[in-house]
Structures are given as C-alpha cells and as structure tokens.
C-alpha cells in the first residue's frame, strides 16, 4: 500500500538543538501539508507546497523553523533552535488534486524538548 | 475566512447505540467537507467527504454524514458503535487546497 513515511517517529532532544523532520510523499502527490498536533492547541498548519513550490507557511513561526521540498520525493521540517513548547506530534500529509480531496497522513514525529 | 466547530470536545456511547458527532462550519464558498479519524498513537485516516454531490455521505466503518446548508452542519452519525470505533473524529473544512481542522471530539465507547 502507498503510505506517507515520516522519520524520525520520535525525537527527543535539549533546547537550543537542532531538529529536522522528514516526511517522503507518495509518489504522484503535487501537494504536501505540515500539520503540528498539541492538546491545547489542536491541530495546526504549518505549511503546505504545491509542486515542491511553498504556498503557505503563515502558520509556522519563521524565526526558528523551516520547511523545505528539496525533491519531489522528500519534505523537511527543521526547527533551530528548538524549544520545549515545540514538543508536540508533527503531521506531513500528502495530497493529489485541486482541493486535495483526500488526504494522506503519515504516523506522525512525536519530538520532546527537554 | 473559514472554519469549523465541533460542538462536543468528549462523546460517550454504549457499544450497540448510535454515535453522533456534530460539527458546524463557517465558509464564504461551497465549501469541501470532511471527516478524518484518528486511533491512538496512529496518523489521521479520511473516514468520508462531501464535495458538492450527494448530501448524504456515506464512508467507511458504517459512518455517515449529512450536509445542511440551511443549518450549516456536517454531522457524523453511526447507527451502532463498536468498541473498535473509540477513537478522535475531526471535521475539516476546505475551500481552496487548504484544510482547516476542528479540535476534535473524542469518542468513547462502553461494553
């Protein structure tokens, strides 16, 4: 079956470390979504591409994280340097379509910052 | 601007009653609806959608939607709960290609 791969599942880290998430697509898929998962806060967009092309990351705080589609076959989340309200559960998705009529989640990296 | 309410944060149902989940949006547009499930430690997974078709929606596991415009709802309805059911419901609002989550309604389910 066609799945979203995410690595690392977890992460656990120090403040002030770098950290860099991965996510590959399926293959075909034009758009790929960072969603971050809190329990005060939900879930959250972070950013999404079309086309490996950045359409939105007004959802992400830009002074420590980046996210970037170095390939048609890779997303990367980095954040540096960490903090610990970072930790939470982070979602790639990855969809094909105008309105991404289905989605595809991947399980998910649950970071810890310590 | 759209968005989504899932008016129950926590639902609790016996196993063999029926399940309801509601959910009211807010959209500009003729909106894409969905539901999205998700078990514990797992992704999300798209339980059904609704895209401007059939008002009624029906998806996997048994679930169904109805789609309102008049109320401006999209609830999610199972005529039977399974134990297996137990799980985190979302309903997601898109008009363009980006999703809006709702914050979720935790279902339990009791033998």
């Known amino acids: 079956d066609a799945r979203v791969t995410q690595t690392p599942r977890h992460k656990v880290t120090e403040m002030g470390q770098e950290v860099t998430m991965r996510c590959q697509p399926i293959?075909?898929?034009?758009?790929v979504f960072w969603y971050r998962q809190t329990m005060m806060q939900g879930l959250e967009l972070l950013a999404y591409?079309?086309?490996?092309?950045?359409?939105?990351d007004s959802g992400m705080p830009k002074d420590r994280f980046s996210a970037e589609m170095p390939d048609a076959t890779l997303a990367t989340l980095k954040i540096q340097p960490s903090e610990p309200r970072d930790s939470a559960v982070y979602f790639c998705?990855?969809?094909?379509?105008?309105?991404?009529?289905?989605?595809?989640f991947g399980s998910g990296t649950q970071l810890s910052v310590l | 601007a759209q968005s989504v309410t899932q008016l129950d944060s926590h639902v609790s149902v016996s196993e063999g009653t029926p399940v309801l989940l509601r959910c009211n949006y807010s959209?500009?547009?003729?909106?894409?609806l969905f539901w999205y499930v998700q078990h514990p430690n797992k992704g999300l997974q798209l339980l059904l959608k609704?895209?401007?078709?059939?008002?009624l929606v029906k998806g996997i596991n048994g679930f169904e939607a109805e789609f309102k415009k008049s109320e401006t709802s999209f609830h999610l309805t199972k005529p039977s709960a399974h134990m297996s059911d137990a799980a985190e419901y979302f309903c997601?609002?898109?008009?363009?290609?980006?999703?809006?989550f709702g914050t979720g309604t935790r279902l339990q389910v009791f033998p």
């Open positions: 998705a990855s969809g094909l379509g105008q309105r991404n009529e289905k989605l595809f």
């Open positions: 293959l075909g898929h034009n758009t």
């Open positions: 591409f079309r086309n490996r092309a950045p359409l939105d």
């Open positions: 959209s500009s547009y003729s909106p894409s």
């Open positions: 609704y895209t401007s078709a059939a008002t």
């Open positions: 997601v609002v898109s008009e363009t290609d980006k999703l809006i």
